[in-house]
Structures are given as structure tokens and as C-alpha cells.
């Protein structure tokens, strides 16, 4: 069965850091787009970053400099380093698969359950 | 702050036709696919379309998704109150250089 779960969330103090990780089952992550999707409390789904399958990785303007995306291919696992938290960064964040399908662009399945983190003094 | 934009909320009753729009740009929607995603609060989101109107399998045959130019629209037909959740337009933006999602759409089965 194919399946994404994410470990690693919790409380942290603004300008903390905190590692996310993300174990695939099912399939191999070296081989697809990775990607973390977040949702603050009330509101949308927020596009993070992904990483893709030649190391290319991306980041949303608002976390730039700050989360890095990366990868274990021996573990089958992704990863988000979360440095420089703000409270705005309180979300939960989901792993998901990226499927290309072609020059225009990929879908994200499976996701994970998410995982919640909180910044807060 | 999300460059694609979608109505707050939409409604019906069972067996009624819903539809939901996304609007974008010629950077998104205009030059890349669509995806919709539902979601329920509490739980994982699950792909609905790709690629702008290809159904994942098992996903039933009453949603669909289309593309014209910079908008998109997911349509819902034969509605029944477990699509009461949030729905969720997506593409590729190619000046931003990320993924966007839509503003995000409550569907309520009356």
C-alpha cells in the first residue's frame, strides 16, 4: 500500500528550529516529487516546497532562507528543516507524493495525515 | 495572498448540480494544468482531477473538472452530503516559480 506518514511536529519557541519527516511505503521517493503542504488554523492549503526527482528543490516566497527540503533515499524518507520559526509558520503540514504526468505540471498523491506545529512564546 | 481565486462557498441539495470556478493567470492556469483536491478538516486531502480533467481511479465519475484559458471549474453533479468539504483548485505558476492553490471553496449540502 502506498502511504506517506509525517512525524516530527510540536511546540516550538519563534525563531526555533524544527525537522519534519516524512516515511514513504509503497514506492520510492528518490524516483518522484516530494512535496509539503501546509494549513494554518482557519485558513487554505499553503504550497511549501518540493523536491524533485534530479535534487531540484523550490520553496514558497515566505520561507525561503529558512525551511530546507531534502531527502534520504537509504531511509526511503523527506525531510523539511524548519529554522527561524514565526508564529506565522503555526500550521499543520502534510506530505504528499507529486505525480508528473507531463510538461504541465504534477499532482500530489497520497498525502499524510499532517502533522501539527505550533511557534508560540 | 493566493493568486488563484475561488468562491468562498457554493451549496445544493442531494442530486443537485454544483459547480465551483478558479480563476488565475496566464503564469498558472494559462500555461500549466489543473489540479482540484477535497478536502475534510481532520483528515488527508484527496486528489480529485488532474491534469485538468483526468479522475484518478476510484474517484467517482459524478466529479469533473475543465479548463478554459486562465479559469478552471470543477463541477459536482448528483450531489450527496458526503461531498460536504472543502475544495481545493492547484496549479503550477511559472513567474512565481512554486505551486499555488487556490482561495479554497465549502461546498454545504442543504
Known amino acids: 500500500e502506498v502511504q506517506l506518514v509525517e512525524t516530527g511536529g510540536g511546540l516550538v519557541q519563534p525563531g526555533g528550529s524544527l525537522r519534519l519527516s516524512c516515511a514513504a511505503s509503497?514506492?520510492?521517493?528518490?524516483?518522484?516529487?516530494m512535496t509539503w503542504v501546509r494549513q494554518a488554523p482557519g485558513k487554505g492549503l499553503e504550497w511549501v516546497s518540493v523536491?524533485?526527482?534530479?535534487?531540484?528543490?523550490y520553496y514558497t516566497d515566505s520561507v525561503k532562507g529558512r525551511f530546507t527540503i531534502s531527502r534520504d533515499n537509504s531511509k526511503n524518507m523527506f525531510y523539511i528543516q524548519m529554522n527561524s520559526l514565526r508564529a506565522e509558520d503555526t500550521a499543520v503540514y502534510f506530505c504528499?507524493?507529486?505525480?508528473?504526468?507531463?510538461?504541465?505540471?504534477?499532482?500530489?498523491?497520497?498525502w499524510g495525515q499532517g502533522t501539527l506545529v505550533t511557534v508560540s512564546s | 495572498q493566493s493568486v488563484l481565486t475561488q468562491p468562498p462557498s457554493a451549496s445544493g441539495t442531494p442530486r443537485q448540480r454544483v459547480t465551483i470556478s478558479c480563476s488565475g493567470s496566464?503564469?498558472?492556469?494559462?500555461?500549466?494544468?489543473v489540479n482540484w483536491y477535497q478536502h475534510l478538516p481532520g483528515t488527508a486531502p484527496k486528489l480529485l482531477i488532474y491534469?485538468?480533467?483526468q479522475r484518478p481511479s476510484g474517484v467517482p465519475d459524478r466529479f469533473s473538472g475543465s479548463k478554459s484559458a486562465t479559469s478552471a471549474s470543477l463541477a459536482i453533479s448528483g450531489l450527496q452530503s458526503e461531498d460536504e468539504a472543502d475544495y481545493y483548485c492547484?496549479?503550477?505558476?511559472?513567474?512565481?516559480?512554486?505551486?499555488?492553490f487556490g482561495t479554497g471553496t465549502k461546498i454545504t449540502v442543504l
Open positions: 496566464r503564469s498558472n492556469i494559462g500555461s500549466n494544468s
Open positions: 523536491i524533485y526527482r534530479d535534487g531540484r528543490t
Open positions: 491534469s485538468n480533467n
Open positions: 492547484a496549479a503550477w505558476d511559472d513567474s512565481l516559480n512554486g505551486y499555488v
Open positions: 504528499a507524493r507529486g505525480n508528473y504526468y507531463d510538461i504541465t505540471g504534477y499532482s500530489f498523491d497520497p
Open positions: 509503497g514506492f520510492t521517493v528518490s524516483t518522484n516529487y
